[in-house]
């Protein structure tokens, strides 16, 4: 299984920048997928999930940040919207699947580095 994310960059503060992430190869079924990002210094932290059809995000983007996903394109997409400084960060994607029925695995993406910044 692999995660192929892509979208990221610079941007002003203020701006917007959107992220997507794609998985690929054996996969029976995609149970959760979304985005945790790690700030230099600083912990790797949940940015927006969402599993059985439920959402949930981090304090920190509550409000500025949408998660969407379309599980049969094995597709997750971040929008990213008022970014600030703090905002800076790499973004890894994160999926939980079944390659097989009751085999399940998580898998992280590359990650993708967001800075913003005047």
């Known amino acids: 299984v692999q995660l192929q994310a892509s979208g990221g960059g610079l941007v002003q503060p203020g701006g917007t920048l959107s992220l997507s992430c794609v998985a690929s190869?054996?996969?029976?079924?995609?149970?959760?997928m979304g985005w945790y990002r790690q700030a230099p210094g600083k912990q790797r932290e949940l940015v927006a999930r969402?599993?059985?059809?439920?959402?949930s995000y981090g304090d920190a983007v509550q409000g500025r940040f949408t998660i969407s996903s379309d599980y049969a394109k094995r597709t997750v997409w971040l929008q990213m919207n008022s970014l600030e400084p703090e905002d800076t960060a790499v973004y890894y994607c994160?999926?939980?699947?079944?390659?097989?029925?009751?085999?399940?695995?998580?898998?992280w993406g590359q990650g993708t580095l967001v800075t913003v910044s005047s």
């Open positions: 969402v599993a059985y059809g439920r959402t």
């Open positions: 190869g054996s996969i029976f079924r995609v149970i959760a």
């Open positions: 994160n999926v939980l699947l079944e390659r097989r029925a009751l085999e399940r695995g998580e898998y």
